[in-house]
């Protein structure tokens, strides 16, 4: 070899470990991003334990990454790398960080479910949530996080397939998916044809009709006087109740007035008789009540008679009469 061609190889051998010390080893990057995660900043120390894993893939990468994907909920992501390191049973780091792994896997678990998807239709492809996954058939079930999940299956030829899938926690389900060809295309020319003149004709004017009001028959009962005879029946009832309170009364004040009932053993009538006067006085009070509602409910009553429409449908007028007789008087009235 001439000594110039000695000269450079001396001095790549001599730069080699220099430059080579400038490029962040897999160590330096689990260490980045370990306190990044203390740091609270999970999204950028999984890009740190990312770098760390394509540098040189260990199972401690590996665990790294599950731990930051379990904390940002990616968890089918989580679930793949916390099982990469749990399959390195020998590894040191694996072995004091056993619990910690296991934990994280079941926490994660719980929020995945399974999902197989079958078609007869060869190269057909599968899409979830508008990412590629891959062809069909699939070998085995695929992890997915629960809940909805839009599939969409496709192959040439064929319609495209696009459905929602409900999937619950630690459910696995099997999907049948048959596509269905699309029919070539016939292309039919149409003979061509003279053009059909079509005479136009002036737009004829708009009439607008109104309906008559509609009539109202005479023998349709209106509201008033049905409310009118409520009050009849009501101011009836009302009067009988003051009648019954008046026998009452009375009777009490017959008890309460009997001397030999409540002037008896040195005692006062209000000792002996005191629940008498008491019902005098409260059916004297119900007396006059019913009285004055059944006066009041019996002049509303003449009144929505007089008011009530029927009497002007078939054109009579209301009419009220007074005739005055020897020692009486009558009051009539046209309902």
Known sequence: MKPRHLGWALVVLLLTPALGAQTPDDRALIEQGRTLRRMGRNAAALEAFREAYALRPTPESAGQIGFAEHALEHWVSASRFLGIALEATADGWVVTQQRALEFSLQEVNRHLGSLRVETATPAATLTLDGHAVGALPMTEAMRVAAGPVVV????????????????????????????????????????????????????????????PPREILPSSRSVTRVLGWVSVGVATASIGGGVLAMVLRDSAAQRWNDDTRCLTRNRTREENCSRDRLAISTAHDVMVGAYVAGGVLAIGALVLFLASPSLRERGAEPRVSVVLGPGSITLGGRF
């Open 152 to 211: 969409e299956i496709r192959a040439p030829g064929f319609q495209n397939d696009r459905r929602e899938v409900t999937i619950a926690a630690g459910e696995t389900v099997r999907l049948v998916v048959p596509l269905v060809a699309i029919e070539p295309a016939v292309s039919v020319r149409a003979p061509v044809e003279d053009p059909v003149r079509v005479p136009v004709r002036e737009p004829s004017p708009e009439v607008l009709r109104v309906a």
